[in-house]
């Protein structure tokens, strides 16, 4: 089995973001980015499965700038065998590039890998956490035709390569089985912890395969802006309103007297 895992590089979790002084978007310059927190889940279900032998290759792709080769590093480090770059200008979070568009290029890049040896399970988080928008895995596999199973809590491989996939439900979860792939998985947080790449395997990822293709040859042929103009424009991006600061009460009865009468939360 040959995996294949998107990965995402964006604002770190941690930044407190800034916005662009036109509304525009957020602010990326000198802004530390890093690798998308579901995507880094992927990546570690996809490297667990290679060391129980149920996968010979695990490949990471990325699309967007020159610095994405980063963020491949980064996935290379965990324990990815080689990477591809799809190279654009382009930003990422959702302003330039939208999930239609991303889809459409991984299914060009799922093509070119089945003209070599073929990819049978596609590995993506759930979301990135700067668009929010859950739906470029489930897109993927539409346009694939594959069976797909979303917000994967827990993966095990059955024989003949049948895959059984408990996933994340509002009323708590259920148990999917995939009798035949290739098929698509988001990965949601449950799914596992991710490891910590160390410093002799960081070192190794820098001598790792990444092929960088620019988007225009991945879509040769093809009118790149109509693959790839959002289909949705952000009109406006503002900050969150400051939180006005909290008081203490002596006590319970206090508390509830605020909730009821001042913020009218309870009746």
Same mark, same amino acid.
């Given at each position: 089995? =040959? ?8 604002? &770190? ?6 916005? @662009? ?5 957020? %602010? ?26 149920? $996968? ?8 967007? *700038? ?16 080689? #990477? ?8 990422? &979070?959702?302003?330039?590039?939208? *999930?239609?568009?991303? !889809? /459409? ?12 040896? #073929? ?12 668009? +929010?928008?859950?739906? /470029?895995? /489930? ?5 694939? #035709? ?22 994340? /439900? ?12 290739? $098929?698509?998985?988001?990965? &949601? ?21 990444? +092929?960088?293709?620019?988007?225009? %040859? ?6 790149? +802006?109509?693959?790839?103009? *959002? ?9 969150? *309103?400051? =939180? ?6 002596? %006590?319970?009865? !206090?508390? @509830? %007297?605020?909730? =009821? ?7």
């Amino acid at each position: 089995m =040959r995996i294949l895992v998107p990965v995402k590089r964006v604002v &770190d979790y941690a930044v407190r973001v800034r916005v @662009l002084p036109d509304k525009s978007g957020v %602010d990326l310059s000198n802004t530390k980015m890093s690798l998308n927190p579901f995507c880094e889940i992927a990546v570690e279900e996809a490297v667990r499965l290679k060391e129980k032998k149920a $996968a010979e290759e695990v490949i990471c792709v990325s699309i967007g *700038p020159k610095q994405c080769t980063e963020t491949l590093r980064t996935a290379l480090a965990m324990g990815c065998d080689r #990477g591809v770059h799809i190279l654009t200008d382009k930003r990422g &979070d959702y302003t330039e590039l939208q *999930p239609l568009g991303i !889809a /459409t290029l991984l299914k060009k890049v799922l093509e070119k890998e089945s003209s070599e040896q #073929g990819v049978d399970l596609v590995l993506t988080g759930k979301q990135s956490i700067d668009s +929010d928008c859950g739906q /470029t895995g /489930t897109m993927l596999a539409g346009m694939l #035709g594959w069976p797909q199973v979303t917000y994967a809590a827990n993966i095990d491989v059955e024989e003949e390569g049948r895959l059984l996939v408990e996933r994340e /439900t509002d009323s708590g979860t259920e148990t999917l089985k995939i009798n035949k792939l290739p $098929a698509v998985i988001s990965c &949601d947080l449950r799914l596992n912890e991710p490891r910590y790449a160390t410093l002799p395997n960081i070192m190794k990822a820098k001598k790792k395969k990444v +092929d960088v293709i620019t988007v225009e %040859d991945l879509l040769e042929g093809q009118d790149v +802006d109509a693959v790839l103009t *959002p289909r949705n424009r952000v009109l406006e991006v503002v900050e969150p *309103p400051p =939180r006005k600061e909290g008081i203490k009460v002596d %006590d319970v009865d !206090a508390l @509830l %007297d605020k909730l =009821r009468n001042e913020a009218a939360v309870i009746s």
